[in-house]
């Protein structure tokens, strides 16, 4: 299973982005994909989530009205769509996944649940 996460970039506060993460060595649908992030000097943290079947996600707060999370299985790619950045959302972004097994329908965002990580994709957000 390999995930690259890309799309990162320099934006200014305000702006948007949209990252994407293109997975591959595994059937997408049958996974559930998350996003994390991890700014300088802070631990790792959970964004969003979506389940296997597409029709669930679950947000922290920090991302909650400003982030969604997609997918497209056809196309093997998950993405994080950010609006009204702010610099505090500078970080590197990881995208990762798990196989949820029988529990299609729900997905969660412990660093614990998620097998396979991709390498993260900078964002730098200036004021």
């Known amino acids: 299973v390999q995930l690259q996460a890309y799309g990162g970039g320099l934006v200014q506060a305000g702006g948007s982005l949209r990252l994407s993460c293109a997975a591959s060595?595994?059937?997408?649908?049958?996974?559930?994909f998350g996003w994390f992030r991890q700014a300088p000097g802070k631990e790792r943290e959970g964004l969003l989530c979506i389940s296997s079947v597409g029709d669930n996600t679950f947000s922290r707060n920090s991302a909650k009205d400003r982030f969604t999370i997609s997918r497209d299985n056809a196309k093997n790619m998950v993405y994080l769509h950010m609006n009204s950045l702010k610099p505090e959302d500078t970080a590197v972004y990881f995208c990762a996944t798990y196989y949820p097994g029988r529990d299609v329908v729900r997905c969660g965002i412990s660093e614990q649940l998620y097998d396979h990580w991709g390498k993260g994709t900078q964002v730098t957000v200036s004021s």
């Open positions: 060595g595994l059937t997408t649908e049958s996974y559930t």
